[in-house]
């Protein structure tokens, strides 16, 4: 699976930005997706997960109420919609992909995802 990031930017804090993850290669189906990000000089941290029916989301403590993920399998799609925006969530934005025989499946654990995209820089200034 080939993951491609976009839709990072510049934006005030309070605005909101809307990150994509398309997926080509396999079938996106089958696959649990989510998203990372890494702030400099700061471990990467679990953002946000999905399973492939989407019938089962996890968001970090920090988002939770401010980002929604969401997937269209039709796309091959993952949506990170990223609400009220903080300084704090400045960070390079990765979206990731593991393949699941259980379509409720999802995970936090980065070392459980296959795969990776490439990212995409989120700057919230203050």
């Known amino acids: 699976v080939q993951l491609q990031a976009s839709g990072g930017g510049l934006v005030q804090a309070g605005g909101s930005l809307r990150l994509s993850c398309a997926a080509s290669g396999r079938t996106f189906s089958y696959y649990a997706m989510g998203w990372f990000r890494q702030a400099p000089g700061k471990e990467r941290e679990f953002v946000a997960a999905i399973s492939w029916n989407s019938g089962n989301t996890s968001h970090a403590a920090s988002v939770k109420g401010r980002f929604t993920i969401s997937r269209d399998n039709a796309k091959n799609t993952v949506y990170l919609q990223m609400n009220n925006l903080k300084p704090e969530d400045t960070a390079v934005y990765y979206c990731?992909?593991?393949?699941?025989?259980?379509?409720?499946?999802?995970?936090?654990?980065?070392?459980?995802?296959?795969?990776w995209g490439q990212g995409t820089l989120v700057t919230v200034s203050s």
């Open positions: 990731a992909a593991v393949r699941s025989a259980n379509y409720y499946y999802t995970t936090r654990d980065p070392n459980e995802y296959d795969y």
